[in-house]
T-cell receptor
C-alpha cells in the first residue's frame, strides 16, 4: 500500500475555500486516489476519487499532480457541516471481481470557524 | 433504502464474554467489510467478504470470527472479549469493482 502524509489538522472559516493536501509519493501507477471524510460520531463517507485527471462532483474537487505524487482535495465553500476528519487513500482498482481494500491513516482534522 | 445498519449502537462487555455485532445492508452489494477504529486512529480492516459463503482476513483478524450466509448480512463474532477489543466497529459494503464503500453508523464496544 502507498504511504500517505497529511497534515494532522487544518482550520478554515465558513464560506471560504479549503485546500486539503496529501502526499503519496510511493503510489503505484494503477492506484486510484480516494478521499473519504468522517463526521463526528459517524462512519466514514465517500467524497471523491480520481486516477490522473482532476475530478469534480457536488461535494468537492480533486486536483492531482502531474507526477501523481500528491493531490489536493478542494472544498469550494466550507460550511460548518464540513468539519470532519478527511482521509486520503490510494488504492488499487478492483479487477476480475476482487475486493477493494482501503487503508485508512489518521487523516486531517478540519475545523470550520463560523 | 436504509443503507448499512448496525446493531447494537453501544455495548459494554465483561472480559471473557462473547457477543455478535450485527450488520445488514439493503443495497444488494456483494462486498462487505468490518473495520475497527481505536481512539484518535484511522480504521483498520478486520475481515471482509466478496460474497455469500466467502470471507477473508484483513489486517487485524485475531479474536474475531465472521460468517456470510446471505448477501445482506455479515455478522462479526467476538468469542472471548478482551480490553484490547474496546473500540468502535464499522461495517461497510460496496459493489464489486466500484470505488465507493458505504459505512454503517458504528457500534461502540467497551470491554471491562
Amino acid at each position: 500500500d502507498a504511504k500517505t502524509t497529511q497534515p494532522n489538522s487544518m482550520e478554515s472559516n465558513e464560506e471560504e475555500p479549503v485546500h486539503l493536501p496529501c502526499n503519496h509519493s510511493t503510489i503505484s501507477g494503477t492506484d486510484y486516489i480516494h478521499w473519504y471524510r468522517q463526521l463526528p460520531s459517524q462512519g466514514p463517507e465517500y467524497v471523491i476519487h480520481g486516477l490522473t485527471s482532476n475530478v469534480n462532483n457536488r461535494m468537492a474537487s480533486l486536483a492531482i499532480a502531474e507526477d501523481r505524487k500528491s493531490s489536493t482535495l478542494i472544498l469550494h465553500r466550507a460550511t460548518l457541516r464540513d468539519a470532519a476528519v478527511y482521509y486520503c487513500i490510494p488504492a488499487a482498482p478492483a479487477s476480475g471481481g476482487s475486493n477493494y481494500k482501503l487503508t485508512f491513516g489518521k487523516g486531517t482534522l478540519l475545523t470550520v470557524n463560523p | 433504502n436504509a443503507g448499512v445498519t448496525q446493531t447494537p449502537k453501544f455495548r459494554i462487555l465483561k472480559i471473557g464474554q462473547s457477543m455478535t455485532l450485527q450488520c445488514t445492508q439493503d443495497m444488494n452489494h456483494n462486498y462487505m467489510y468490518w473495520y475497527r477504529q481505536d481512539p484518535g486512529m484511522g480504521l483498520k480492516l478486520i475481515y471482509y467478504s466478496v460474497g455469500a459463503g466467502i470471507t477473508d482476513k484483513g489486517e487485524v483478524p485475531n479474536g474475531y470470527n465472521v460468517s456470510r450466509s446471505t448477501t445482506e448480512d455479515f455478522p462479526l463474532r467476538l468469542e472471548l472479549a478482551a480490553p484490547s477489543q474496546t473500540s468502535v466497529y464499522f461495517c461497510a459494503s460496496s459493489y464489486p469493482g466500484r470505488n465507493t464503500q458505504y459505512f454503517g453508523p458504528g457500534t461502540r464496544l467497551t470491554v471491562l
